[in-house]
C-alpha cells in the first residue's frame, strides 16, 4: 500500500529566505508526482507535476526534484514571498491504478 | 477552456440525511475523479469514473455512489450522513485515467 509523508507538518519563515519542503513515498512504482498548492477552504491548484522519468521541474521560482529509487521530492521554493504561504501537498499516481495519493502537507508560512 | 467547476460550494445536512454533490469536468476531459478532504488532512480516494463507468474505487462504504453522465459531468452521492463524514469534497477531472487530474474549487459539506 503506498503511503505519502510530508516534513514538517508546518513552517514559518521569513520573507526572502529560500526553503524546502520534503516528501517521502514508500513504493517507487509510481507513475509521476505532483506538488499542489492549496490556499484555506480552497481547492487545489496544481504547481509541477514531475513524470517517473523525469529527475526535476522547474516553474519559475519553483524547483521539484524526484529520486524515485529512494522514495523521495523536494519542492524548492526561492526567495519566499508572503503570498506563497499556504499549504504545500504531493501526491503520486500510482502506476496501475487510478488515484491520486496524497501526502498530509506542509502548511507554509511566510512572515513580512 | 472551461475549468473544473463543483456545487454547491456549503452544505449543511443533519445525520442520517441523504446529500448529492455535482461536479462539472473541464471541457474535452472524459474521466472524474472523488476525493474527501478531512480538516488537516490530505485528500483522500473515494472513486474514479471514465466514460461513464466506475474504473476504481477507494476504501470507501457503498453508501458513496457516483454517477458519470453522457457530457462527462458526475455526481457523488452519500446515503446516511454520519458527522465523520464533514469534509471538503474535491472533484477532478481528467483525459483518462491516470493523466494529470484538474481539481475543482470543492463542496465543503457539514453534518450536525
Same mark, same amino acid.
Request: charge should be neutral; aromatic fraction near 8%; proline fraction near 5%.
Given at each position: 500500500?503506498?503511503? &505519502? ?6 513552517? +514559518? ?55 524515485? +529509487? +529512494?522514495?523521495?521530492?523536494? !519542492? ?12 504545500? !501537498? ?9 488515484? !491520486? &495519493? ?11 | ?112
Amino acid at each position: 500500500k503506498q503511503e &505519502v509523508t510530508q516534513i514538517p507538518a508546518a513552517l +514559518s519563515v521569513p520573507e526572502g529566505e529560500n526553503l524546502v519542503l520534503n516528501c517521502s513515498f514508500t513504493d517507487s512504482a509510481i507513475y509521476n508526482l505532483q506538488w499542489f498548492r492549496q490556499d484555506p477552504g480552497k481547492g487545489l491548484t496544481s504547481l509541477l507535476l514531475i513524470q517517473s522519468s523525469q529527475r526535476e521541474q522547474t516553474s519559475g521560482r519553483l524547483n521539484a526534484s524526484l529520486d524515485k +529509487s +529512494s522514495g523521495r521530492s523536494t !519542492l524548492y521554493i526561492a526567495a519566499s514571498q508572503p503570498g506563497d504561504s499556504a499549504t504545500y !501537498l504531493c501526491a503520486v499516481s500510482v502506476s496501475g491504478a487510478q488515484k !491520486l &495519493v496524497f501526502g498530509q502537507g506542509t502548511r507554509l508560512t511566510i512572515n513580512p | 477552456e472551461t475549468g473544473v467547476t463543483q456545487s454547491p460550494t456549503h452544505l449543511i445536512k443533519t445525520r442520517g440525511q441523504q446529500v448529492t454533490l455535482r461536479c462539472s469536468s473541464q471541457s474535452g476531459h472524459n474521466t472524474v475523479s472523488w476525493y474527501q478532504q478531512a480538516l488537516g488532512q490530505g485528500p483522500q480516494f473515494i472513486f474514479q469514473y471514465y466514460r461513464e463507468e466506475e474504473n476504481g474505487r477507494g476504501n470507501f462504504p457503498p453508501r458513496f455512489s457516483g454517477l458519470q453522465f453522457p457530457n462527462y459531468s458526475s455526481e457523488l452521492n452519500v446515503n446516511a450522513l454520519e458527522l465523520d463524514d464533514s469534509a471538503l469534497y474535491l472533484c477532478a477531472s481528467s483525459l483518462g485515467g491516470q493523466e494529470t487530474q484538474y481539481f475543482g474549487p470543492g463542496t465543503r459539506l457539514l453534518v450536525l
